[in-house]
């Protein structure tokens, strides 16, 4: 099992949106994927068409975190009812919805034991006898508070989102700089995946500049491809939609560089681990 944190240190970058495009690739890839929101704002929650049950969203679970039964909670994405499977058994993407009542472990004091509350979670994650999880999408608040360290200690990856800008570039170091103190405080496992280039603009001159700027200041952790700005990302999200199912060329263009990126970052966790580790 792969545990990913989308991560920026700057807001409105496209984090959840990349985080959706990554589950939708996961989706029609068949990889059995969990995405936990722990965005307080739950917009991925939203994305992903989830209609509760009953269950417990994922800020009352961290609450109780020993406890906690992550596979009673989780719910199927709404997307299953547009995925095409030809009668093959539908894939699976669950989702631990994010609320609002996670935002009270987003604070700067939360000590050892309480970082570990996902972790323990996870660490619980028997799906009564299926096929286990290949992936884990966590869907970070764009802040280093407590929510954010949580996800980054239950994870073995780290998976930046930036767009060629200066404020966001200047983001991304600072959050390069945090994953590194991370790591030889809390969490020596831990490595970036990567960083993703979100909302390119072919015909910007200043977005041309900051990629090669980026290329220059990060090197292979710069993952390929670029994700350009997509016209109708809004209107896809707004109807709780898979990426790979909207109809159109420039969803499916999409869909094939999310594709690429899902393997990049699959690919690259793999190596990259063994580098640090090296």
Same mark, same amino acid.
């Given at each position: 099992?792969?545990?990913?944190?989308?991560?920026?240190?700057?807001?409105?970058?496209?984090?959840?949106?990349?985080?959706?495009?990554?589950?939708?690739?996961?989706?029609?890839?068949?990889?059995?994927?969990?995405?936990?929101?722990?965005?307080?704002?739950?917009?991925?929650?939203?994305?992903? #068409?989830?209609?509760?049950?009953?269950?417990? %969203?994922?800020?009352?679970?961290?609450?109780?975190?020993?406890?906690?039964?992550?596979?009673?909670?989780?719910?199927?994405?709404?997307?299953?009812?547009?995925?095409?499977?030809?009668?093959?058994?539908?894939?699976?993407?669950?989702?631990?919805?994010?609320?609002?009542?996670? #935002?009270? *472990?987003?604070?700067?004091?939360?000590?050892?034991?309480?970082?570990?509350?996902?972790?323990?979670?996870?660490?619980?994650?028997?799906?009564?006898?299926?096929?286990? *999880?290949?992936?884990?999408?966590? %869907?970070?608040?764009?802040?280093?508070?407590?929510?954010?360290?949580?996800?980054?200690?239950?994870?073995?990856?780290?998976?930046?989102?930036?767009?060629?800008?200066?404020?966001?570039?200047?983001?991304?170091?600072?959050?390069?700089?945090?994953?590194?103190?991370?790591?030889?405080?809390?969490?020596?496992?831990?490595?970036?995946?990567?960083?993703?280039?979100?909302?390119?603009?072919? #015909?910007?001159?200043?977005?041309? *500049?900051?990629?090669?700027?980026?290329?220059?200041?990060?090197?292979?952790?710069?993952?390929?491809?670029?994700?350009?700005?997509?016209?109708?990302?809004?209107?896809?999200?707004?109807?709780?939609?898979?990426?790979?199912?909207?109809?159109?060329?420039?969803?499916?263009?999409?869909?094939?560089?999310?594709?690429?990126?899902? %393997?990049?970052?699959?690919?690259?966790?793999?190596?990259?681990?063994?580098? *640090?580790? #090296?």
């Amino acid at each position: 099992m792969q545990v990913v944190s989308i991560s920026s240190l700057k807001g409105g970058v496209g984090k959840t949106s990349v985080t959706l495009g990554l589950a939708s690739a996961a989706l029609a890839a068949g990889l059995p994927t969990l995405v936990i929101d722990l965005d307080p704002h739950a917009d991925a929650t939203t994305g992903l #068409g989830v209609h509760p049950a009953g269950q417990q %969203d994922i800020g009352r679970m961290i609450k109780g975190a020993r406890k906690a039964d992550l596979a009673a909670n989780v719910v199927p994405s709404g997307w299953l009812a547009a995925h095409k499977h030809d009668g093959a058994p539908l894939p699976v993407l669950d989702v631990a919805m994010g609320s609002a009542f996670s #935002g009270i *472990y987003d604070r700067p004091d939360l000590g050892r034991r309480d970082l570990r509350r996902l972790s323990t979670i996870l660490s619980n994650a028997d799906r009564d006898g299926k096929a286990p *999880y290949q992936l884990v999408l966590i %869907d970070c608040p764009p802040s280093l508070n407590g929510l954010t360290r949580m996800a980054w200690t239950a994870s073995s990856r780290v998976l930046l989102v930036a767009e060629p800008g200066l404020f966001s570039v200047a983001g991304t170091q600072r959050t390069l700089r945090a994953i590194e103190l991370f790591r030889s405080e809390f969490a020596p496992a831990l490595v970036p995946a990567g960083i993703v280039a979100n909302r390119v603009r072919s #015909g910007s001159n200043e977005h041309s *500049y900051r990629l090669g700027e980026m290329k220059t200041m990060f090197g292979e952790l710069l993952l390929s491809p670029t994700i350009p700005e997509q016209a109708n990302w809004q209107q896809i999200q707004g109807a709780a939609h898979p990426i790979h199912q909207w109809p159109g060329d420039s969803a499916k263009n999409s869909s094939a560089l999310f594709d690429k990126l899902l %393997d990049s970052v699959l690919t690259q966790n793999a190596t990259r681990s063994r580098l *640090y580790r #090296g």
